[in-house]
């Protein structure tokens, strides 16, 4: 595969992935309120505690999970091209997965900029995971059981 089929399939590829597909949270942070978090493998926003709405971002977490997420792209990329011999893709899919990409990054930019965002370049502090699963885009976390024990 080469270096511009890397980037014109790859690169948004994996920003649909990464928007696509992940793992939900809901956890007991030490001396905190129960909170849900969001990210696979690595949790990288979870509920803001200043406000109804806010969400915390965790940089490093953030970066580690895109970087996962573009290694397993290009490694099933990499397998189909070699399977099928592909030697070049059409510029429909390719504009096609880069408008997808776009849309998908300026969603996420309105979610940020609306949500009083809190960065930090990682998480430091410790948890209980009282529950978890995955999820798919569009589909809802699910509500935490109140009478669940902490």
Known sequence: ????????????????????????????????????????????????????????????????????????????????????????ISKLIGKTLWSLAFLIIIAWAFIISFSYPTFYLTRNYDWKVLSEGYLFMGQKTPLPDINQEP
């Open 1 to 88: 595969m080469t270096r511009s089929l890397l980037l014109k399939i790859n690169l948004p590829l994996t920003v649909i992935a990464f928007a696509a597909f992940t793992k939900w949270w809901n956890v007991l942070p030490f001396d905190a309120r129960q909170t849900f978090y969001w990210g696979f493998p690595f949790a990288y926003v979870g509920e803001g505690w200043q406000t109804s709405g806010a969400l915390q971002f965790f940089i490093l977490e953030a970066l580690v999970d895109f970087m996962l997420y573009f290694l397993v792209c290009y490694g099933l990329l990499w397998i189909l091209f070699s399977l099928f011999k592909l030697k070049n």
